[in-house]
Every structure is written in C-alpha cells, then in structure tokens.
C-alpha cells in the first residue's frame, strides 16, 4: 500500500484520484486497483548461490504441488544443480537446504565426466563407435568419414570457427536419417503411421508420443550404437497403437525389437554420458 502523511507527493496522490472519480463512481475502485499493483511481492528467484570451501555454486529452484519435501538434484545432461521444493515451502527453508548439503552439490559436479566440445583432436561417438574430429580446412565437402588403421575420422573442411557448427549439424542429420528410416520400418511392420516425427536436443526423455501420433526423439540417439536407436524408435511406434506401458505395449515393443532389455540396460548405464559430447556447459 501507498501511503504518504502531506507534503506534495500526498497532496499529489490525493488530487489524483479525486479527479480520476469525478463523474464516475466505478473509478475509485479501479484506482484502487491500480494502486494495489505497487503491493505485489518481487518475483522469486529462480536460482540461489551457496558455497562450499570457496567455490560458489549456483541451484536452480523449482516447485511443485507434487513434492513434499525438498530434493537435491545434479543433472548431467544440463551440468547443473535443481532443488525442487514443496509448493508452500518458504526461500529460507529451500537455502538452508542446499547450505547443509554444498559439500554433496561440490562432489556431485566434480564426478560429471568432462564436456566434450566439437573441436579438432577430440573423439565422439557415432552410432557406438569412436571417431576423431579432424579439420581439413582446404578440402572439398563439409563433414565425411575416413576410415584407417588408426581408426575413423570425422572430417570437417572450412574454417576453423565452423567446426562445432558443422560437426553438430551433420550428427543431427544423420540421428535424423537413421530414426526416421527406424520408424517407417517399424510402424510399417504394425500398419501405423505416424503423423510427424521431431528430433530435437531434449534433456527429460529419449523419445516421446503423443495422443495426437507425433513422435519426438533426441537426436544424441546417434551417438549410442545402432541397437539402441532401434528399440527407442519400436518403444514409440508401439504408443502409436497402446498409449500406456501397459503388457500389451511390452509385448509389441518386444514383437518389434529384440533388443529391448539390452537397449535399456544401455542407456540407464550409458545414456546420461551422451550429453556431454557438443554441450555448453562447463
């Protein structure tokens, strides 16, 4: 609430709002209004800062209606920290929280495995097999591979800062190619047909359908090996027909590929590794 005892700036407040009124009972209510507007709380943060023997580090806040209790959370695939807190917990709460667990939140960083930039001398995987990045600058095309006894290569001409650009643009293309390729056979085995297929950079899951038959996936499907890629895009092809995870879902997942189980054991081992290749964080 404003409040202002004389002087000018009262005088002013008053003189306002009683000519807003003139001729018009409805207006001192807006005015009202519009002066509740100045009551409104800052917003909340979306991150806090706490440290641990020197070293700052930044958590992101989240609530939800669903939680009950605060939950620390490092996320390799982003390479930050998420405390997700109670929907009525208070900021003083969530910070006292994460204070009392800053020596958890400095070894949970320190564990996630080094980001892996699309640079020349660097090795990533494609389709489970190692390849080192390597700049031709002068030769024709943008980005191929060699094979030798010193083992794949993947080359990228053009000049130096175009490198990251044109190595992750060429994964994504063929993360494109081999999962639509995927999806076409599957979903012909079955008689479905999607109506739109996304690939993307998501974070939360591997690949998703939705009720409406579009299919989503992420495009670091191409760095696991073939078999995983597979049994993603039989797992979302099934959803086309059963919408759930239901022992008939199980089933055709299983009728389409026969690598379910090693394919799961894979990425829960594997998966979170793969966000480490082209990302940003450090």
């Not at 239901?246 to 054991?265: G, I, M």
Request: glycine letters at 6%.
């Amino acid at each position: 609430m404003i409040e202002a005892a004389g002087g000018t700036a009262g005088s002013w407040i008053r003189i306002w709002a009683a000519r807003i009124g003139e001729g018009n009972d409805s207006q001192p209510m807006k005015m009202a209004g519009m002066l509740r507007l100045f009551d409104r709380p800052p917003p909340e943060p979306a991150h806090l800062d706490v440290s641990h023997s020197g070293e700052i580090y930044r958590v992101a806040l989240k609530r939800s209606t669903r939680s009950r209790r605060f939950t620390l959370r490092v996320r390799s695939a982003t390479g930050d920290v998420l405390l997700t807190m109670p929907a009525r917990a208070s900021l003083k709460a969530a910070r006292e929280f994460a204070e009392r667990h800053s020596a958890w939140i400095s070894v949970r960083l320190a564990r996630l495995p080094r980001p892996v930039a699309f640079e020349p001398f660097e090795t990533t995987p494609l389709r489970g097999v190692d390849h080192t990045i390597v700049h031709r600058p002068d030769a024709r095309g943008v980005v191929w591979i060699e094979k030798g006894e010193a083992g794949r290569r993947l080359c990228v001409s053009g000049k130096r800062p175009h490198v990251r650009r044109r190595v992750a643009d060429f994964l994504k293309r063929e993360a494109r190619k081999d999962i639509e390729s995927a999806v076409a056979r599957h979903a012909r085995t079955i008689g479905v047909k999607p109506k739109h297929i996304a690939v993307r950079d998501t974070v939360s899951r591997w690949g998703s359908c939705s009720s409406a038959g579009r299919l989503s996936f992420c495009w670091r499907l191409i760095l696991a090996p073939p078999y995983v890629l597979d049994y993603l895009a039989a797992h979302e092809v099934a959803h086309l027909v059963h919408l759930n995870h239901s022992q008939k879902f199980w089933s055709l997942v299983n009728r389409l590929s026969s690598e379910t189980n090693r394919a799961e054991a894979w990425l829960k081992t594997h998966g979170p590794n793969l966000y480490r290749f082209g990302a940003e964080w450090t």
